[in-house]
C-alpha cells in the first residue's frame, strides 16, 4: 500500500494521522488492555475493529492473524476472542463496521452543505479523501488488488445509496436528468465510478491530477 495511509489511536483518545501509527508499527496503547470484568464494551469493540482495518492494510488479507489485530488494536488475545470468536467472524464486522464508517462520514460531510453545486464538490471531496486515507485499501491495491477490486465492487451500491440522498436533489436540477435523459441515480453512479478510476489508477510523479478539470465539469453541469 502507499503511504498514504494514516493509522489512529483508540477511541477513548483523541485520533490522530494514521501516517504516523503506520510508520511506527507502534500499538494503539503502550500496553495490551483488558476487560476485566468480563463486560462487553462498544468502545473496545470498535478500537478492536479499528485495528483490524489498519492490521489488514499492514499484513494483508491472506496473513492476517488475530495476534497481528490483537497486537495492533492494543488489547489481550484473550479480549480479542470474547469480542470476535474467529478471523471470519472478526472480518465480516470489520466489513460491517466499515460501511457504517462511509455512511456516517458522508452524511456528516454533506449534509452541513446548503443544496447545490457545492455539495457535489462536497461529494467529490470526501470520497476522494475516504479511499486515498483508507487505513487498507491504499496498501493494499498493489499487494493483493483482488481484494481491493473486490471491495470497490461489492461497497459501490453502498456508496450510492449513502450518497444518493443528499447529492439527487442537486443533480435532479441538471438538465440532462430535468428532461428525463437520464436519472439522478444514473449520474451518481458515473461520479462514483469515475472517482474510484481515479483512486485505482492515480497519476504518476510528473503527471496533474485531473481531479480540478471533474469538479469544474461538475459546476458547469449542474450550474
Same mark, same amino acid.
Given at each position: 500500500? !502507499?503511504?498514504? %495511509?494514516?493509522?489512529?489511536? &483508540?477511541?477513548?483518545?483523541?485520533?490522530?494521522?494514521?501516517?504516523? &501509527?503506520?510508520?511506527?508499527?507502534?500499538?494503539?496503547? &503502550?500496553?495490551?488492555?483488558?476487560?476485566?470484568?468480563?463486560?462487553?464494551?462498544?468502545?473496545?469493540?470498535?478500537?478492536?475493529?479499528?485495528?483490524?482495518?489498519?492490521?489488514? &492494510?499492514?499484513?494483508?488479507?491472506?496473513?492476517?492473524?488475530?495476534?497481528?489485530?490483537? %497486537?495492533?488494536?492494543?488489547?489481550?488475545?484473550?479480549?480479542?476472542?470474547?469480542?470476535?470468536? %474467529?478471523?471470519?467472524?472478526? /472480518?465480516?464486522?470489520?466489513?460491517?463496521?466499515?460501511?457504517?464508517?462511509?455512511?456516517?462520514?458522508?452524511?456528516?460531510?454533506?449534509?452541513?452543505?446548503? =443544496?447545490?453545486?457545492?455539495?457535489?464538490?462536497?461529494?467529490? =471531496? /470526501?470520497? *476522494?479523501?475516504?479511499?486515498?486515507?483508507?487505513?487498507?485499501?491504499?496498501?493494499? *491495491?498493489? %499487494?493483493?488488488?483482488?481484494?481491493?477490486?473486490? /471491495? #470497490?465492487?461489492?461497497?459501490? @451500491?453502498?456508496?450510492?445509496?449513502?450518497? +444518493? @440522498?443528499?447529492?439527487?436533489?442537486?443533480?435532479?436540477?441538471?438538465?440532462?436528468?430535468?428532461?428525463?435523459?437520464? !436519472?439522478?441515480?444514473?449520474?451518481?453512479?458515473?461520479?462514483?465510478?469515475? #472517482?474510484?478510476?481515479?483512486?485505482?489508477?492515480?497519476? +504518476?510523479?510528473? =503527471?496533474?491530477? @485531473?481531479?480540478?478539470?471533474?469538479?469544474?465539469?461538475?459546476?458547469?453541469?449542474?450550474?
Amino acid at each position: 500500500m !502507499t503511504q498514504r %495511509s494514516k493509522s489512529r489511536s &483508540g477511541p477513548a483518545e483523541k485520533r490522530s494521522g494514521r501516517k504516523a &501509527g503506520a510508520a511506527s508499527g507502534s500499538s494503539r496503547s &503502550g500496553s495490551s488492555v483488558s476487560d476485566s470484568d468480563g463486560e462487553l464494551l462498544p468502545e473496545t469493540r470498535e478500537r478492536i475493529l479499528e485495528g483490524a482495518l489498519e492490521a489488514l &492494510g499492514r499484513h494483508g488479507q491472506r496473513r492476517l492473524g488475530m495476534s497481528d489485530v490483537a %497486537s495492533i488494536a492494543g488489547v489481550s488475545r484473550g479480549t480479542l476472542y470474547r469480542y470476535f470468536s %474467529s478471523k471470519e467472524e472478526l /472480518f465480516d464486522s470489520m466489513l460491517a463496521y466499515e460501511r457504517e464508517r462511509f455512511e456516517s462520514g458522508v452524511n456528516k460531510a454533506l449534509s452541513a452543505v446548503p =443544496e447545490g453545486p457545492k455539495r457535489i464538490e462536497a461529494h467529490i =471531496e /470526501f470520497l *476522494t479523501r475516504y479511499l486515498n486515507d483508507h487505513p487498507a485499501l491504499t496498501r493494499l *491495491t498493489e %499487494s493483493e488488488p483482488r481484494f481491493v477490486l473486490a /471491495f #470497490l465492487r461489492d461497497n459501490l @451500491s453502498t456508496f450510492r445509496n449513502a450518497t +444518493g @440522498s443528499l447529492v439527487d436533489p442537486v443533480l435532479n436540477h441538471v438538465p440532462v436528468v430535468s428532461s428525463g435523459e437520464v !436519472t439522478a441515480d444514473q449520474v451518481n453512479d458515473l461520479l462514483l465510478r469515475v #472517482l474510484v478510476s481515479f483512486f485505482l489508477l492515480p497519476p +504518476g510523479k510528473n =503527471e496533474k491530477s @485531473s481531479l480540478p478539470a471533474l469538479g469544474a465539469l461538475v459546476r458547469m453541469v449542474s450550474g
